[in-house]
């Protein structure tokens, strides 16, 4: 099933940490965090024509990014530009998987559940370490 666009809470699966940009400064890491609370945490996912998304953070008006053909590895950051993303929905129902349109086998994943670990790009779409739960917010 493929995500509708809103505004959601994103929560990895393994350590149920939330991702959350905690400043608007180009270039800051989005991370993993079970202690920040309020706008910091929301993230609006948009569904473009071609099934593509868009996701920026609320608080910031920054797009989580992980630059064109990052490499696995790579961090994802906040930016004042978008990138589109391949968000798939795994075997669970309700858990996903978040890509980078340009590098479909890689991942966004949190190594382990430590406050602000931040997101980089993994390359098993099994590992749970990489999988999200969209818990949508209501205004």
């Known amino acids: 099933m493929s995500l509708s666009t809103g505004t959601y809470v994103i929560k990895n699966v393994l350590s149920g940490n939330s991702l959350a940009l905690l400043d608007p400064n180009d270039g800051t890491s989005v991370v993993g965090s079970a202690e920040q609370v309020g706008r910091v945490m929301h993230w609006n996912v948009v569904r473009l024509g071609n099934g593509k998304y868009t996701v920026e953070n609320v608080e910031q008006a920054s797009y989580a990014n992980a630059g064109p053909r990052s490499p696995a590895g790579g961090y994802v950051v906040g930016r004042g530009t978008s990138q589109q993303l391949a968000i798939q929905e795994t075997r669970r129902k309700d858990v996903y998987t978040i890509s980078p349109a340009d590098r479909t086998l890689y991942f966004w994943g949190l190594e382990d559940g430590d406050e ?24």
């Open 116 to 139: 602000e670990t931040p997101v980089t790009l993994g390359t098993t779409a099994t590992d749970s370490h990489n999988h999200w739960q969209f818990e949508h917010v209501k205004y």
